[in-house]
């Protein structure tokens, strides 16, 4: 657990950290020692943490650890079928929504890869990782637009295109209609569309683009549990696709890489409706209200449909006053993302995981009059 306190001036610049969830990495860039115990809201997890019933299971499962995982995964396979309507062959369970990405890139390895960004990192490390030729295409304004007709002439011209929906770390979702021109393109130039949907249950399933892979799309669909039911530490993710390239990218994967407690577990949360909508009831909710009052405090932040939002205070953008936003914000307990290390942002926005209201209206008032 991050800490706040006093100034850290000896070890002073430290890197920015690359990801969120390293709150200690944050303090050190920031050069404050660690003292008192912080809120991380830069991870981006369902606050109401995971479902009561796991401790139990999981002590219940620990003999499961006397065993190799199954390779086949086919008690978790047949699960995420049966969830999303489709057959077990298009499905493969991964170590985390990050394996899928890594398994994807080598797949692909020396091809060319399209990446939209701002964006999750992960996808252009793994592609350059395996040798791939990285293109990017920026989105577009303060609302981080998506500008379809340059992306359909774009993706011509390589294998592979990852685009993120709801988008890390803007929240932004690219439109069903949208979807529907780019698989087009795609399709014919014969290019791979890999939507990493990590964060759609946030949304709602019913956004979900799992209709386009029952009707066959050139499409790849990312998934991860990892954020919706808060267990960051079990790695839990998976893909969907079409039987052939299921099996294709599966060929990369290393034996027993899925453990057996996450394998045993999947059905259980899917079993779990009230868990769901316990979750999209407080999530909807306040997605909208976190909105509308850091724009009544004068912030920029452009439409979230996922678990967090993205702000910039009004007027000229600048990463001096988004590193103020983040010191205000230790200064009242809580951890932020930076956006140092996204392509395309120089740390001018600051995005925030929502929690419970109480968490919501601290951190807002932290923010309130630190906008102009
Ligand atoms: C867009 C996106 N995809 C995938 C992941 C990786 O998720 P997991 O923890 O399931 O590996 C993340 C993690 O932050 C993410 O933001």
Known sequence: MARRGSVRSKCYPQPWPQHGGEGDALLARLGISDNDALTDLSASLNPLGPPDWLGDWLARSLPLLTHYPDRQQQEAREALAHHHALDAAQVRVTNGGAEAIHLIAQAYRSKRALVIEPTFGEYARACELNGMEVRRLSLVGDDFRLDVDGLCQALVAVDVVFLCRPNNPTGTLVSCQAIETLLEHAEAANTLLVVDEAFIEFHGEQASLVDWVRRGAPLVLLRSLTKFYCLPGLRLGYLLAQPERVQQISGYQVAWSLNALAAALIPHLLNDQGYVERTLNWVSGE?????????????????????????????????????????QLVKHGFIARHTHTFAGLDGSWVRLALGLPATNDAWLAALAGAAE
């Open 287 to 327: 997605r909208s209200r976190v909105g509308k009052n850091l724009r009544r405090l004068g912030y920029v932040v452009p439409e979230a449909h996922a678990n967090f939002v993205l702000c910039r205070p009004g007027g000229v953008a600048s990463p001096a006053r988004g590193e103020a936003m983040l010191r």
